[in-house]
């Protein structure tokens, strides 16, 4: 399974941007997306899930009324849409998968991708 993480630019504060994952084969009939990022000098932190078997969808704090995330199953594909960015928001940004678990943590996650760079300015 690979994970493929696009999108990620140099925006304004306040620009939005749309982070795509495409997912190269779905194993399970049901799984968790997570999007992550990591910050320089922070550790890696959740941002959003997706339970694609109960449609439910988490979004961290940090992101709460500004993101929100999606899929287009014919793609393969889940997206991060990110509208009134801040300067804090400048990360690299990754997608993960897993079978369940708790969203926010990163144990459950099998795969990742390589990440896609988001700066704010």
């Known amino acids: 399974v690979q994970l493929v993480e696009s999108g990620g630019e140099s925006v304004q504060a306040g620009g939005s941007l749309r982070l795509s994952c495409e997912i190269s084969?779905?194993?399970?009939?049901?799984?968790?997306m997570g999007w992550f990022r990591q910050a320089p000098g922070k550790e890696r932190a959740a941002v959003a899930a997706?339970?694609?078997?109960?449609?439910?969808?988490y979004v961290a704090d940090s992101g709460k009324g500004r993101f929100t995330i999606s899929e287009d199953k014919t793609k393969h594909t889940y997206y991060l849409q990110m509208f009134n960015l801040k300067p804090e928001d400048t990360a690299m940004y990754y997608c993960a998968a897993s079978r369940g678990g708790v969203w926010f943590e990163e144990t459950p996650y099998m795969y990742w991708g390589r990440g896609t760079q988001v700066t704010v300015s």
């Open positions: 084969l779905y194993i399970y009939s049901s799984y968790c």
């Open positions: 997706h339970y694609t078997g109960t449609a439910t969808k």
